[in-house]
C-alpha cells in the first residue's frame, strides 16, 4: 500500500522553506554529520506523536520567530563574532582592532571612555581622572579617523557602545566614511542609542528623559532615510540585567524600551515597516543555560506578537528580533580569574543554543582590569570552538520541543508580560522610566541576589565555596600615565588648528534648530565636519535643554 499520510509542517518546510533558503548562503561547506558519521536534519520536530507543530512555537525563519529568524541560522551563516574594546588612546585602540581581523574577528564593537560617553572633551574639569579608562577617548573627527585608520568601513561592521552623545559619535563615523569615498547608504553596524536603559540602569545620561528620546528618534529617523543597512538602536537589556534584574526582567523591560522607541517613530511620522527591520536588540547571556535559551526563545516570539498586534506591522522582517549578545561582566570573578574562561563559554553556549545573531565573549581577567589581548584573543578562541568544533551550529535551535525548554519559555513570557502590564498600566515606558518603576524593580532583585551569595543560598564557585586563598593576579595592563595630558594637548592642538569661525557658526546654527523640530542629524554632522568636538556639542545641548536630575526616592 502507498503511504498516502499528509506530510507534517516541518516536512513540508524541509521540502521546500529550507530548500530555498540553503542555497542563498554558499560560504558554509562543513558536512552536518556526527563524529560518528550519522547525518544531521536541518531541524527536528518535537518529539511525540502529533507534536510536529505548535503555532507559538513555529518553524524557523517563520513567525514568530521562537526556533529563530532565519530558516538556516547557523548552518548557513554563522554569527558574527563581534569582540568589544576600546582604551587609552584612539592609536592604541586601532591596533588592537587591527589585531583582533587579524585573528578572526568578524565585527568590531567600540568602548568609549566615560568623558565620551557623556559629553565631556578631555580638557574638561569633569574628565578628569578619566579619560581613556574603561573606554577610548574620542572628542574630536581627527581621533576618529585615528580609531578607524585602515579599516574599510565598507567591508567591516561597526557597533559602537554609545548612548548620550550618539548623535555625535555616528556623525563622526559618517564623516570618516565620506573620507574614505563611503556613502552612509553602504555602512553596516550599529550605534546603542538606547537612552531608556540609561535612566533604568545604567547611569551616563546628561540630559532629561524627554529630549534624549527626542535624540534617539532623530537618529532613527536619519538613518531610516540614509542609512538602510545601518542599526540606529541596539535596545540593550544586557545593562539591565548587569544592573541585578532577574532574566524575565531583563526580558520585560527591554522589550518596554522597545515599545517606548517604536511609539516615538510612529509619533514621528514614520511607518511602522519603514524602521522596524533595522531595530536590533543586545541581551546578557547569564550563567542558568537553560533558562538563557529560553529567554532569547520568548523574546523572539514576544516582539513578533508586539509588533503584529500593537503596531500593525504587516513585513515579516519588522516582526523579527535580531540580537546580539555578550557574556555576563558582572558573573566575572577576580578569585580564580582562570573559571572565568568556563563561565563564559557556557554562556556563550547558551546564547548560540539561543540563536543570537552576534556574540561578545569577555575576557577572563576583566574582573581585574580591562583584559588583555591574549585574554581577548582566547575569548574570541571560544567562539571559533562553539563554531566549528561542539556540533551545536548542525541542526537549527537544537533544544526546541525539549519539554523543559518549552515550558521555561511559556514561564518567562508570562512573567514578562506581567511586568509589561504593569508598565502599559501607567502610561507606557517613558511615564514608567519617569516614575522609577523599572529601577525599583531592579534594585529589588540585585538585593536579592546579593543577600542570596552572602547566606550562601547561591554558590559562586571560588567566593562563597571552594575557595584557595586569595585573589589570584591576573596578566597585567598598564595604562600609559601620560595618556590624559596627550589627550587634552590632542584636543587643543586640534581647536587651534580648525577655522574657528566656521565652526562657530555649524554650532550656532545647531542651537538656532534645538528648539524647533527639525532632525538635528545634519546639523551635528555639520558641526563635526567643521571642527566641533564632542564637549562642544553637547553643551549647546545642555544650555538648551538643561541636565537629568534624578527623582528623589520615596
Known sequence: MSDTREPTPLERW?????????????????????????????????????????????????????????????RGRLWTMRQYAGFATAAESNRRY???LEQGTTGLSVAFDLPTQIGYDPDDGMAAGEVGRVGVSIA???????????????????????????????AFLIAVA???????????????NDMFK?????GTQRLPVRPSLRLVTDVIEFATREMPRFNPVSISGYHIREAGATAAEELAFT???????????????????????????????????????????????????????????????????????????????????????????????????????SLHTNGRDEALNLPSEEAAVLALRTQQVLAHESGVTDVVDPLGGSPLIESLTDAIQAEAETLIAKIDAVGGTLAAVEQGIPQRHIEHSAYEAQRRIESGEDVVVGVNRFEEGDSASAIEFELDPTMETTAVERVRAFRAARDDEACARTLENLEGEIAGTDNLMPYVLACVEAGATIGEVMARLEARYGTFLAPAAN
Request: proline share 5%; glycine share 8%; aromatic share 8%.
Open 14 to 74: 524541509l521540502a521546500s522553506t529550507y530548500a530555498k533558503a540553503t542555497g542563498r548562503f554558499p560560504e558554509r561547506k562543513e558536512a552536518f554529520r556526527t563524529t560518528s558519521g550519522i547525518e544531521l536534519d536541518p531541524c527536528y520536530a518535537p518529539a511525540g506523536a502529533g507534536a510536529e507543530y505548535d503555532e507559538r512555537v513555529g518553524l524557523p525563519g517563520e513567525p514568530p520567530f521562537t526556533r529563530g529568524v532565519q530558516p538556516t541560522m547557523y
Open 98 to 100: 587591527r589585531a583582533l
Open 178 to 192: 565620506k573620507k574614505q569615498g563611503v556613502l552612509p547608504s553602504q555602512l553596516r553596524g550599529t550605534v546603542q
Open 140 to 170: 574630536t573627527l581627527e581621533d576618529m579617523e585615528t580609531l578607524l585608520d585602515g579599516i574599510p568601513l565598507d567591508k567591516i561592521s561597526i557597533s559602537m557602545t554609545i548612548n548620550s552623545t550618539a548623535i555625535v559619535l555616528l
Open 198 to 202: 540609561e535612566f533604568i540602569a545604567r
Open 255 to 357: 522589550l518596554a524600551d522597545g515599545m517606548g522607541y517604536v511609539q516615538a517613530a510612529l509619533d514621528r511620522g514614520l511607518e511602522v515597516d519603514e524602521f522596524a527591520p533595522r531595530l536590533s536588540f543586545f541581551f546578557n547571556a547569564h550563567n542558568n543555560l537553560f533558562e538563557e535559551v529560553a529567554k532569547f526563545r520568548a523574546a523572539r516570539r514576544m516582539w513578533s506578537g508586539i509588533m503584529r498586534d500593537r503596531f500593525g506591522a504587516k513585513n515579516p522582517k519588522s516582526l523579527m528580533l535580531r540580537f546580539h549578545t555578550q557574556t555576563a561582566g558582572s558573573t566575572l570573578q577576580a578569585r580564580q580569574v582562570d573559571v572565568n574562561v568556563v563561565r563564559v563559554t557556557m554562556q556563550a553556549l547558551a546564547a548560540v543554543l539561543g540563536g543570537t545573531q
